[in-house]
């Protein structure tokens, strides 16, 4: 099993959507977690934290779920400006920061 | 906009070359990373120095010889690469919580 599984995509959904994403981790003591986002060619930008109360930036609602081992991202509201690649992140390491564990990412476009 | 610049932004190198990626941070921040990063492809963890040290080399190849001369500067050396090393190639800091990425060095290894 991967230590960190997303759906890979791509999901396609019309503008104005609300479009949810999932990603599941494999190890119960993670300490972390993040959602970064990817443009083409670009570096990744980080767009929430995850914390265990749950979190919410404008449109976006990121989730986790410590018993079932997942984090979720809610995208309210579909951008085109939203279009990108999801990456779900992990941190293993309490209080060090230095080892992320990657998703392989999920594709989003949003059409007019 | 994160506060972590890299240079060059391209860079095309003959197998033979030696070449230097830079990288420089002005967030204070005392932990710095290299990553590589393939088409379609998360970042694949390289290197990390903390406080100007290196503490995870992620057996890398020596043909890669990164270097952290202060607190705002990572460099990453390139000698003898192979067209398989071409690729995105990312510095990243962090401070307590979180990495922040820079633009990355595309290379392309001919």
């Known amino acids: 099993r991967k230590e960190v599984e997303q759906d890979p995509g791509p999901f396609n959904v019309p503008e104005g959507a609300t479009v949810a994403f999932n990603c599941t981790y494999s190890n119960s003591a993670s300490q972390s977690f993040f959602w970064y986002r990817q443009d083409c060619r670009k570096e990744p930008k980080l767009l929430m934290s995850?914390?265990?109360?749950?979190n919410e930036d404008g449109r976006f609602t990121a989730q986790l779920n410590r018993a079932s081992q997942y984090i979720s991202l809610l995208i309210r509201d579909s951008k085109l400006s939203d279009s990108a690649t999801y990456l779900c992140?992990?941190?293993?390491?309490?209080?060090?920061?230095?080892?992320?564990?990657w998703g392989l990412g999920t594709s989003l476009a949003v059409n007019p | 906009d994160t506060e972590v610049t890299q240079t060059p932004k391209h860079l095309v190198m003959g197998m033979t070359n030696k070449k230097s990626l830079k990288c420089e941070q002005h967030m204070g921040h005392r932990a710095m990373y290299w990553y590589k990063q393939k088409a379609k492809k998360p970042p694949e963890l390289m290197f990390v120095y903390s406080y100007e040290k290196l503490s995870i080399n992620e057996s890398v190849p020596s043909r890669f010889s990164p270097e952290c001369p202060n607190s705002s500067l990572l460099n990453l050396h390139l000698h003898a690469l192979q067209p398989e090393d071409s690729a995105l190639y990312l510095c990243a800091t962090s401070g307590a919580d979180t990495q922040y990425f820079g633009p990355g060095t595309r290379l392309t290894v001919l």
């Open positions: 995850v914390y265990s109360s749950g």
């Open positions: 992140v992990v941190n293993m390491d309490a209080g060090n920061n230095r080892k992320l564990i």
